[in-house]
């Protein structure tokens, strides 16, 4: 694996870490992402749920992209979404029932979920298999990291606990708020200003990184080559 190919496949994976998070930076998928996240467990079942289906979906359509037709692409991207939910609806059911049942309708709501229907159109329907490996596991990735940060801050706040075990102290007063929806909306806020930051951080690191280089480059220029 070249150099260059190392590198497109560590920014396709990044990307949807930080820089185009799919919740933080494109601001999709919001409802059932602060719906479930009242408790930790909620958001790591619904991210691993979503990580699974995305992967799947993504990896079946970047397989057949050449061979579906152009005229029924929508209703054979459901039908495929539709499958791989089921599959992860199913098993919840039969080995996480407590699980699936604080989750609800929202594991099946997967199927119509912006964020993977925007990637199985938008990338994979046009990218190789390496490609959508990558940019799957890193939406992924960002989407449960910050399901699961929600999440904590919420569930910690909302009753002292965390993963159901009593972490502040017994005569701590939960601050119902942030159990309730406003306080879902309060929380996200929160962790977009902090996405913000770590994007200016990283494009800041970037632009000193690209001026570094070109004025090595011109002082090597100057004086007739490099050192």
């Not at 990580?51 to 397989?63: A, H, K, N, Q, R």
């Not at 929508?74 to 604080?102: E, G, R």
């Not at 939960?174 to 994007?199: E, T």
Request: hydrophobic share 50%; with cysteine.
């Amino acid at each position: 694996m070249s150099g260059k190919t190392r590198e497109r496949f560590f920014r396709l994976f990044t990307n949807g870490i930080v820089r185009e998070n799919p919740l933080l930076g494109l601001m999709i998928g919001l409802c059932s992402s602060l719906a479930v996240t009242t408790e930790v467990v909620n958001g790591i079942g619904m991210g691993l749920s979503m990580t699974f289906v995305l992967l799947m979906s993504e990896l079946v359509i970047s397989l057949f992209r050449k061979i579906i037709p152009e005229s029924i692409r929508i209703p054979i991207f459901i039908i495929i979404i539709a499958a791989f939910t089921t599959v992860i609806d199913y098993v919840l059911k039969a080995w996480f029932p407590v699980l699936s049942q604080a989750m609800g309708v929202f594991i099946q709501l997967i199927v119509v979920n912006c964020i993977i229907m925007g990637r199985v159109e938008g990338f994979a329907s046009k990218r190789p298999v390496g490609d959508v490996v990558f940019d799957a596991l890193g939406m992924g990735l960002g989407y449960t990291w910050v399901l699961v940060g929600i999440a904590a801050v919420r569930e910690l706040l909302g009753s002292g606990k965390l993963l159901g075990f009593q972490v502040l102290p017994g005569a701590y007063q939960p601050i119902i708020f942030f159990v309730l929806p406003p306080g879902g909306f309060f929380v996200f806020a929160l962790f977009i200003s902090l996405n913000l930051f770590l994007k200016s951080r990283l494009t800041g690191l970037t632009g000193s990184n690209t001026a570094a280089g070109t004025a090595t480059d011109t002082t090597a220029h100057h004086h007739g080559g490099a050192a």
